[in-house]
């Protein structure tokens, strides 16, 4: 239980890799804050589960996310989480799917780094861990939106480790190859459509093609990751972009 008396904020929890990053810092004594939608039942079923506190915060909202950071508390590990997809040619893709992409992905992980970093920086410790993507080192067609956003929040963490590097903070991305979660099962049909695929084509000759291992990556290896970046055996860890990817990006 290393994390007692620590406070975590994942963003983008009620569901999927947030919810198993969530469940793991739980496991060793965090306190956590969970963001993310979700039906009503569930989310006090997560509440109590998890014994935290939740905000429903839409984080493409910049004053949204400073209502929920000065109301969640002082945040030691933040786990910039929250994150969605559009698959589409460049000259389809919606201009507001564009926006809110690159708004969710990347600008909420600024909004809220620069809102919890003060207190870090004042007590001495913090970790920053953002789930970037394999998208974040290598491009693939019909996401023009998200790539761009997951290789600036790749970069935005390296300037963070900079700043960072000497107050006890660290900053690192996670970066997962395709995880079975709602957020990639929501994109198959826009992929079958896109490339005029069956669903099990989408899964065998798209989604599983890069991944060497032919697998899909578990949510909770996301979480264990989190879990020993917070150790203090992890503190020269900074800066780095951790693939778990089953070797795409090898
Ligand atoms: P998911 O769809 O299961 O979960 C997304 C979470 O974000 C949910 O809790 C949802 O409620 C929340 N969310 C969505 N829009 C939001 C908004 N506007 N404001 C606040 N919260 C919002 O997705 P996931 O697969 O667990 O993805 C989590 C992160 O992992 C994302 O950043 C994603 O890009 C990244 N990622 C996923 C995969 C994958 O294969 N699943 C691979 C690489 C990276």
Known sequence: MFLTGKRALVTGSTSGIGLAVARALHAEGADIVLNGFGEE????????????AHFGTDLTDPDAIEAMMSEAGDIDILVNNAGMQHVALIEEFPAAKWDAILALNLSAAFHTARLAVP???????????????????VASPYKSAYVAAKHGLAGLTKVLALELAQCGVTANCISPGYVWTPLVENQIPDTMKAR???????????????QPTKQFVQPEDIGAL??????????NVNGANWSIDGGWTA
């Not at 989310?43 to 589960?49: F, P, R, S, T, V």
């Not at 005029?196 to 890069?210: C, F, H, K, M, T």
């Not at 989190?226 to 503190?235: G, M, Q, S």
Request: net charge negative; with cysteine; proline share 2%.
């Open 119 to 137: 207190h870090m920086k004042a007590n001495g410790w913090g970790r920053i861990i953002n789930t970037a993507s394999a998208h974040s080192k």
């Open 41 to 52: 039942e569930e989310i006090a079923a997560l509440k109590d589960e998890l014994n935290a």
């Open 196 to 210: 005029g695929l069956s669903r099990d084509e989408v899964i065998n000759d798209v989604l599983l093609a890069p």
């Open 226 to 235: 989190a879990v020993f970046l917070c150790r203090d055996e992890a503190a």
